[in-house]
Each structure stands twice: as C-alpha cells, then as structure tokens.
C-alpha cells in the first residue's frame, strides 16, 4: 500500500467550469477526510465518510460542492460552477483510528482562473 | 468551537539546535487529542506527534518531544538537534475526544514556518 493517492495534483480551471478530484484512502481505512487548505492557512475540515456514509460537513461545503464515497473505497469530491475563491489545496486523509492521527494525501491544487 | 493559536509565523534555527514552536488553544473539552503535523515542500502532511490530554506524561518521539500544559492550554513542540530535513511548516491540530457530532475533524491552527539553516 502505497498511502493515500490524490488525482490530479493540479487543476487549472476556467470560472464557471465544474471539476471533480479523487482520493483513493489506504485500503484498509473505513474513516475517510476532505480538507481545504490556503495559502498561508493551516487546513480547514470539509468533510467526513466512514466507509459509505457521509457523517459530516462543514459549513464551508456550499451547496456547489459535493462529496461521494460509493462503496466505501475511492471518494470524488465535486465542485460546481467555481469561484476563484475556491481556489485551494484540497487535501485528503484516511485513518482506521481517530485518536491516531490521519494519513494525508499530497493534495489537488485547484487554481480557477 | 474549538480555536488553536500558532503565534510564531516563521522561525529560523541554526542545524544541531534547539527549537521550540509554541501552539496554545482554547475549548471546554476536557477530553482531547492533540497533535503535531509537519509540512514540507512536497506538501504531504505527517504527523510528528501526538498527546492525549488525560496523560500527564509529556509525548516524546525520538528527537521531538512536546510540553503540555493543560491547565494553560499549551501544546508546545521542541525539535532536539534540528536537521535541515526539518524544515517544513509545523500545524498545530486538535481533536475532540468522542466521536460524533462534529467531533471528527481536527482543528488546525495556521502554522509556523520552520527554517533550518546550514
């Protein structure tokens, strides 16, 4: 097991344009995280999975952005017609054990212009 | 809400010494988890250490240690020996105990920027 993969590590985007990134989480990890991160910022929670089920959101997560994890696996997070504010590093981690701390991917770095 | 303060920004350290970057927080928890995450440029956090906060014994992994204070909410880290390998920024993060109910999350602060110089 290689860690947790993100895909792709760089998204330049037009405004209004939708784009979708993957997280493949270490296999045998049921909790599943989705973090926004900018310049200058430390990350900031978006959102949570065990396996399948969407547990959490945060307020950050307008109503533009939408987060899946069919089969408890891989999770895709979506956003919709974007905003150069939502231009961010987005960061996913997985863990098999809150209380241990989580595994990071190397994030998607999403640029809208 | 839980909040957590890294006052430093940026700090720089001759390699072989000793750094210590400071990391307080506030909530009404009294069950908690807190951690240290480094950065570096490659962007892949890692988690460097971890204290949960019904431990009086302070956390040590090989060359970093931290000192907890939890009457202070002070969540201190102290990097022994400094190697250039350690620059990174360094995110102080915390976590509710229970699971549940918004408590999964970790709450991180803003960071500080460690820079080990030759």
């Known amino acids: 097991d290689t860690g947790v993969s993100q895909d792709p590590r760089h998204k330049i985007t037009k405004r209004g344009q939708n784009v979708t990134f993957r997280c493949d989480p270490i296999?045998?990890?049921?909790?599943l995280y989705w973090y926004r991160q900018t310049l200058g910022q430390g990350p900031e929670f978006l959102t949570y999975?065990?396996?399948?089920?969407?547990?959490?959101k945060s307020r950050l997560l307008s109503d533009r952005f939408s987060a899946e994890r069919p089969k408890g696996s891989f999770s895709t997070l979506e956003i919709q017609r974007t905003e150069q504010g939502d231009s961010a590093m987005y960061l996913c981690?997985?863990?098999?054990?809150?209380?241990?701390?989580?595994?990071f991917g190397s994030g998607t770095r999403l640029t809208v212009v | 809400a839980q909040t957590v303060t890294q006052s430093q920004p940026e700090m720089s350290v001759q390699e072989a010494e000793t750094v210590t970057l400071s990391c307080t927080y506030d909530t009404s928890e009294n069950n908690y988890y807190l951690f240290w995450y480094k950065q570096p440029p490659s962007r892949q956090m890692i988690l460097v250490i971890r204290q949960e906060a019904y431990k009086q014994q302070n956390a040590t992994e090989n060359r970093f240690s931290v000192n907890f204070q939890k009457a202070a909410k002070s969540f201190s880290l102290k990097i022994s020996d400094s190697q250039l390998g350690d620059t990174a920024m360094y995110f102080c993060?915390?976590?509710?105990?229970?699971?549940?109910?918004?408590?999964?999350?970790?709450?991180f602060g803003k960071g500080t920027h460690l820079i080990i110089q030759p």
């Open positions: 993060a915390f976590m509710k105990s229970e699971s549940g109910g918004g408590a999964d999350g970790l709450t």
């Open positions: 981690a997985s863990s098999s054990n809150r209380v241990y701390g989580y595994t």
């Open positions: 296999s045998e990890h049921n909790r």
């Open positions: 999975f065990q396996n399948e089920a969407q547990l959490e």
